[in-house]
């Protein structure tokens, strides 16, 4: 059943992305219509019908797809929008409530996670975003067809850095695979002594700091890093592997805080929000970003 959700929620995904390609195809403005409507149409391909078509054709697929993010002419089209009066109107009437749309897409996916754990959080993720598309239009009272106007706007301001995270994951899986955690493991024993416990543990967590910043992912940092130096250096001697599994991923996401490469966090605000400095939010979080990953080698020290 799970399975059969989460193709529904890609499918749907899928079509509004083909969706934005053809209105971008039809777009007498647009600057880059063919590549953008190339991008779009192949990324809503892969996310909607994916699962059927064959790996040689996908690979294909991927390659054409990218070729216009390369050269960039993936553009922001025509967007009709609100205007910015009736934005600043709807805030100051909605006050904090405008924030029950958002907190509305995490409680669902929380309570998906507890009580039906076998459908899991990323369905809840799908069903409240769902949920909150609703209550959205409820609040407003603006016609349905604005989720998709407004989509289409937001999903275009982050533009080709949407699919970052995909690729970084797939990475992590072939950086496994291919047994970089080995070659991690190897040169790591060099540098730790034998049973030293609190050396292994710092080198761990500032090697998941530095190799999400390289990954711009702590999913895909965590099975490298903890094969290749986790296991051996640290588990190994019987500390306890949830609590170093749990402080290790979240010393990835002190990573996440310094790179460029974790899109969704660092650059999508910039193209949201329209910043001056690409690297504004980055700046901001570098302090906090330290001090945390000194906290969770403590944690760990003290707690595993």
Request: aromatic share 8%; with cysteine; net charge positive.
């Amino acid at each position: 059943m799970k399975a059969n959700i989460l193709e529904f929620m890609y499918i749907i995904c899928g079509l509004i992305c083909i969706y934005i390609g053809f209105v971008s195809l039809n777009d007498k403005k647009h600057k880059a219509k063919i590549g953008t409507a190339i991008f779009w149409i192949g990324l809503g391909v892969l996310m909607a019908f994916g699962k059927w078509i064959p790996s040689l054709y996908a690979g294909i697929i991927i390659v054409i797809t990218t070729l216009p993010a390369m050269f960039g002419k993936v553009k922001v089209g025509t967007n009709k929008t609100t205007s910015i009066e009736h934005r600043k109107a709807m805030a100051n009437k909605l006050g904090f409530f405008i924030f029950i749309p958002a907190f509305t897409i995490g409680i669902t996916a929380l309570l998906f996670a507890v009580i039906a754990p076998k459908l899991g959080a990323l369905v809840g993720l799908g069903v409240g975003t769902l949920i909150s598309a609703i209550i959205i239009l409820l609040m407003s009272k603006d016609k349905p067809t604005v989720v998709l106007s407004e989509g289409k706007r937001l999903l275009e301001a982050v533009g080709p850095l949407s699919i970052l995270p995909i690729l970084l994951a797939s990475l992590g899986k072939i950086f496994t695979e291919a047994g970089v955690g080995e070659v991690i493991a190897s040169g790591v024993s060099k540098i730790i002594p034998q049973g030293n416990i609190t050396v292994a543990i710092i080198v761990y967590c500032v090697s998941m700091a530095l190799f999400t910043m390289i990954m711009g992912n702590a999913f895909a940092a965590f099975s490298v890093i903890t094969v290749g130096i986790g296991i051996p250096f640290i588990l190994k001697f019987g500390l306890n592997p949830n609590i170093v599994g749990i402080l290790g991923l979240t010393s990835g996401y002190c990573g996440t805080l310094l790179t460029p490469m974790a899109a969704n966090f660092n650059i999508v605000p910039v193209a949201v929000l329209e910043m001056n400095d690409k690297y504004g939010v980055i700046k901001k979080q570098a302090l906090i970003a330290f001090c945390m990953l000194i906290i969770q080698i403590l944690l760990i020290n003290f707690l595993a």
